[in-house]
């Protein structure tokens, strides 16, 4: 048990101790009676907007840069009003709009997300407070958002408020004709140009009383994380300040970290480095034996899941011939120094696959496979348009993504050995090998349906083995999806550019191919490369677009004719697949999280 444990521990004893002997010396006595312990808790998720606009698009840019000092978005954008009207025109701003606009629209213009985050909020607000009286104690119930669409549940929303530069100015945009103002005065419908002007859940809890603080968090299912991290980091930073000011000593805990891994594994030199600057000049290595995470670890958390993947298995079919594909999103450079995600998952995805196996002994080990997005690829041709600038860029082999970073804790491993290290790709390509005739998808980082995993997952799985697979082809669901009554576009990289240069004439351009197979016109699929080789290929180059085809591109070989909408051709996918159903907003969740909150209190 460790100090910080011990401690805690002999404070509630010493509490009991004194109780005790208060009714003995003096019973029935109402000076015994101890004042009410206040304990704030924090439910932490990753957050987002609503409904997709360039105001929100906008404010989640500079919310993601405010957590590193070091980030130039930080250093020259988020406090210099000059650069405001800019920040959609930079880095991948462009392809996020292009992205978010189709799949909301594909939605129907509303994600789900935070209507069951609130409803989760208030199952967790009536499990404990069923709890008060047992305890002894009040709760105090808010939620911290690492992108916060409503920055009074930012953890410290004067983070971005306040410059953290030298000559900054306080952060008052209200938008501008280049970025979707609108009216006389080009600014956002009913922006306040102080909203980032106010407390945070935090600073709240403090002005309420909190005697401590306790924040569980569910950014991605409840495993550590750095946007996690960012998020207690900025609880903390509050609470010491108050702490300074007032001569208290308030606590804050983080219940997925209970011995704070993370805090003690975080590089120390220099003093305030950020994966910004690069390798760090030291690195404690603490190691992850003994720091376990309590919340993710949960075997009542990997049921949830199960019972999700249950929902989306064919009836009819024999269980030795369905597959269990779990994807998740993984880390980035550098914070494996400090970062547990992918140890935390890979022991989600262990309870997971156990307890499917416990219920449906039937389904085969071998068809249960873990897998990661795509990264970026080392292009040696790349010539840095800046000192120490990267040579690597997304690659259509990688699917032209970068969330695959699998790193283990405290290693350079790119991704975990055995089932769980595969590209969701290639693993797909491994249960289409093995005979499996229907494949369940699930994401268990999230708990909550978004356009995660009602458009961009489907779109990106109907890409390698078809929508004609999907279990739901030809039943049109208009509920979740209004106007199509399915999530496929005709081409996964609808954002990017369209237009194609014509072979031997650079001054012409017609539109690209999305087509598998190609055009029949001699243009060709998939399109070629527009960026120039020396330069690191932009998020729209039309060769990282691919066609969404009836039965997908693993197994495709154009030698065995053109590709149709009717039938599978040569090796194709000839099964079913389906996304799992997230938890959204079970009770069980909450009560869940609840209990964890109680057993921390308690021991």
Not at 371 to 388: F, L, S
Not at 559 to 586: A, F, K, L
């Amino acid at each position: 048990m460790t100090a910080k444990r011990i401690g805690i521990r002999r404070q509630f004893l010493l509490l009991q101790l004194l109780m005790v002997l208060c009714f003995i010396l003096l019973p029935g006595v109402n000076a015994c009676a101890s004042p009410e312990r206040k304990v704030g808790v924090v439910y932490v998720v990753h957050g987002g907007f609503t409904q997709t606009s360039q105001q929100g698009l906008w404010s989640a840019t500079l919310q993601i840069f405010a957590y590193d000092p070091h980030s130039a978005v930080y250093k020259n954008v988020i406090w210099n009003p000059k650069m405001w009207p800019r920040i959609l025109n930079f880095g991948n701003a462009p392809k996020e709009r292009g992205k978010y606009a189709f799949e909301f629209a594909r939605i129907g213009g509303t994600d789900p997300a935070n209507t069951h985050t609130g409803a989760r909020l208030g199952q967790l607000r009536e499990a404990l407070k069923a709890r008060e009286s047992q305890l002894g104690v009040k709760f105090i119930v808010d939620y911290a958002a690492w992108i916060a669409s409503d920055p009074a549940h930012h953890a410290n929303p004067r983070m971005l408020y306040e410059p953290g530069v030298e000559g900054g100015s306080p952060l008052t945009y209200c938008g501008s004709v280049a970025d979707g103002g609108i009216g006389p005065d080009r600014t956002w419908p009913d922006c306040d140009p102080q909203r980032f002007n106010i407390d945070g859940p935090i600073e709240r809890m403090l002005k309420a009383g909190a005697d401590e603080i306790v924040m569980i968090d569910m950014t991605t299912s409840g495993v550590r994380f750095f946007k996690s991290f960012d998020v207690v980091s900025a609880a903390r930073a509050v609470v010491a300040q108050h702490n300074a000011v007032s001569g208290t000593d308030i606590k804050v805990h983080w219940l997925n970290d209970p011995e704070d891994l993370m805090r003690d594994s975080y590089p120390d030199q220099p003093a305030d480095w950020t994966r910004t600057l690069g390798e760090p000049e030291h690195d404690p290595r603490i190691p992850l034996a003994g720091r376990p995470n309590p919340v993710s670890s949960d075997p009542r958390l990997a049921a949830f899941h199960v019972d999700g993947i249950e929902q989306r298995l064919r009836p009819k079919l024999a269980l030795a011939r369905t597959g269990v594909l779990l994807v998740n999103h993984a880390t980035r450079t550098y914070n494996q120094l400090f970062d547990p995600k992918i140890d935390d998952t890979l022991v989600l995805n262990e309870n997971i696959k156990r307890e499917l196996i416990a219920r449906h002994p039937e389904i085969k080990t071998d068809n249960i496979v873990g897998a990661w997005m795509g990264v970026k690829e080392y292009n040696p041709q790349i010539k840095p348009q800046r000192p120490n600038g990267s040579r690597f860029e997304r690659t259509r082999r990688m699917r032209g993504e970068n969330l695959g970073h699998a790193y283990l804790y405290e290693t350079d491993e790119q991704l975990p050995g055995g089932e769980w290290g595969y590209r969701y790709w290639d693993a797909l390509e491994r249960l289409k090998n093995q005979g499996v005739e229907h494949i369940v998808v699930a994401f268990p980082q999230i708990m909550v349906d978004s356009v995660l995993n009602l458009v961009e997952l489907p779109n990106q799985i109907a890409r390698e083995i078809g929508y004609r697979s999907w279990l739901y082809d030809g039943q049109p669901d208009y509920a979740t999806y209004p106007g199509t009554g399915h999530p496929f576009t005709d081409y996964w990289g609808i954002w990017v550019d369209t237009e194609c240069r014509v072979a031997g004439q650079p001054e012409q351009t017609r539109p690209c191919c999305f087509d598998l197979g190609g055009c029949g016109d001699g243009r060709s699929y998939p399109p070629p490369r527009q960026t120039p080789v020396d330069v690191a290929r932009n998020d729209l180059d039309p060769s990282l677009a691919w066609d969404i085809p009836a039965f997908g591109h693993l197994g495709y070989d154009p030698e065995d004719g053109p590709p149709t909408d009717d039938h599978p051709v040569s090796g194709q996918y000839r099964g079913s697949w389906v996304i799992w159903q997230p938890p959204n907003s079970r009770p069980e969740v909450a009560v869940f999280l609840a209990d964890h909150v109680i057993e921390f209190l308690q021991h």
